[in-house]
């Protein structure tokens, strides 16, 4: 039988997380990263390319500025803007997880550090031409993709990607056009991440206590109208295998207290221990008396659900929306902790939603065809962040380990990726005479009718988005288009 976690909600009671703050940086101490390479002042200048300004991208640049006196490191980003996911992936209820971009833009303001937003690597530069211009280029460009649920139903209307929905409320200016229909009663979200349980969290939290946060207008508009009151987060496994984190669920000891079994979790690492005692108290335990108040007065509730496998998406009578998913009931097979597998039973389950939204992983793209890329593991085949049998090339966070950690991960992914890059800097094994740099890199932009945008652009749009928010109470109203952030910009 599957274990079921079930909890009637109200919005002050959601549990946030509590991440440590953002745009600090560890001590030597607390990094594998405390080395100090010797660069000459006078030795020539190394021109460095980064593809990417989300946190990877920021952070590599960030320390190949601060550990190298010369160097000169500029930023490519397809999007007019930058901060990648820390701007269109991060919860808006989340701010001070954003405030890592306080960081980003010190760095992005040194005199020996250029963004050029608006620019697509693969299309409107290729990365031979960018090796031709510097001694260095790292892929920091993330995972821009989403996991498929390859099962029958998920073309039809109502299911949507959480990367795309979290995108949609989030201002990515790709998915403004989503218009998620909220009309039903009943979501269920496939996959039990963090990622989750933010699209959770937003489905369920009344629209008026967003207001105030960075979350788009028009995202905001339709969550107003949302008939949304039953949340399902449904994983193929169970509570020892779950991907979100205590802190994302609830601090320990939130809900009523129980004694849980020590037999079942006795081998268990200490965190998830924590977590899985946390979801059975919930699942077993009978509230008290002013936790069953609580729950008697809630409007909407969300539930785990735990040992289900998507089978199929159920189309409405007509066939013309999602009416319902078909789940194939799993057990695990013999292995510990994250090791096991979900196995089907042979049973399954059918449950009525008119909202399917898949969180089941994000994946990387190939950028070019001159740049290995591993489809299965969605990765460029790198060893310690050096793209293989490619000298001078190199990758970093998400594109180089795939798409696992949180921000200070790829920090410190990131990190790592720049200290093997100085230190082939330093050993020689690098280009050793002059290269252009930009200079060239424009000139090609330039005769194929790109315009790249600078930080110094992002700036004013900056400004505009928060003029914008100002009247309402916000911090920013994002703009979404790109053509009316370019007319902004007089181009």
């Not at 994250?338 to 049973?347: I, N």
Request: net charge positive; with cysteine.
């Amino acid at each position: 039988m599957a274990l079921r976690c079930w909890r009637w909600w109200h919005w002050s009671a959601w549990p946030r997380s509590r991440p440590p703050p953002s745009g600090s940086t560890p001590s030597r101490s607390r990094t594998p990263l405390g080395f100090c390479q010797q660069f000459s002042t006078q030795e020539q200048t190394p021109q460095i390319c980064v593809v990417g300004s989300g946190p990877a991208g920021f952070y590599t640049a960030q320390h190949l500025l601060k550990h190298h006196p010369r160097a000169c490191v500029d930023i490519f980003e397809k999007q007019l803007v930058p901060f990648g996911l820390v701007r269109f992936g991060v919860a808006p209820d989340h701010p001070e997880v954003k405030n890592v971009i306080n960081t980003f833009t010190q760095t992005a303001r040194s005199d020996r550090c250029a963004f050029h937003g608006n620019v697509v690597v693969g299309r409107d530069v290729t990365v031979p031409e960018l090796r031709e211009a510097y001694h260095a280029v790292v892929l920091s460009y993330g995972a821009e993709d989403n996991q498929a649920l390859e099962i029958p139903g998920e073309e039809l209307p109502g299911v949507f990607s959480a990367r795309a929905f979290v995108g949609w409320y989030n201002g990515l200016p790709e998915n403004r056009e989503l218009a998620p229909d909220l009309s039903c009663d009943t979501a269920v979200i496939l996959g039990q991440g963090n990622v989750a349980l933010d699209v959770a969290r937003i489905l369920l939290t009344p629209p008026e206590h967003l207001e105030k946060t960075d979350i788009t207008e028009a995202a905001l508009g339709v969550l107003r109208q949302s008939q949304v009151k039953t949340v399902w987060i449904v994983g193929r496994r169970g509570p020892l295998q779950v991907a979100f984190t205590i802190k994302v669920l609830g601090p320990e000891g939130e809900g009523p207290g129980s004694q849980v079994d020590g037999l079942l979790l006795g081998e268990v690492p200490r965190p998830r221990k924590r977590l899985t005692e946390l979801l059975l108290r919930t699942a077993t335990e009978k509230p008290g008396v002013e936790e069953a108040a609580r729950q008697a007065s809630a409007s909407r509730a969300w539930g785990l659900r735990f040992f289900r496998s998507p089978k199929q998406v159920l189309p409405s009578a007509d066939g013309r929306q999602v009416a319902g998913i078909r789940l194939a009931v799993t057990r695990l097979e013999q292995g510990v902790g994250e090791a096991t597998r979900a196995v089907p039973t042979g049973d399954v389950e059918d449950l009525p939603c008119g909202l399917v939204l898949s969180s089941i992983g994000y994946k990387s793209r190939p950028i070019d065809p001159s740049v290995p890329f591993d489809p299965k593991l969605g990765i460029i085949p790198n060893v310690d962040g050096r793209v293989m049998n490619v000298p001078g090339l190199y990758c970093s966070g998400w594109v180089k380990r795939g798409p696992t950690g949180v921000i200070t991960t790829t920090m410190t992914d990131s990190f790592l990726t720049s200290q093997i890059l100085l230190q082939d800097l330093k050993a020689g094994q690098l280009p050793s005479g002059p290269r252009p740099g930009y200079a060239a890199i424009k000139a090609l932009l330039s005769s194929r009718g790109v315009w790249p945008v600078s930080f110094s652009d992002w700036e004013k749009l900056d400004a505009e988005e928060v003029s914008r928010g100002q009247g309402t109470g916000k911090p920013r109203e994002k703009l979404l288009d790109p053509q009316e952030m370019l007319r902004l910009l007089g181009r």
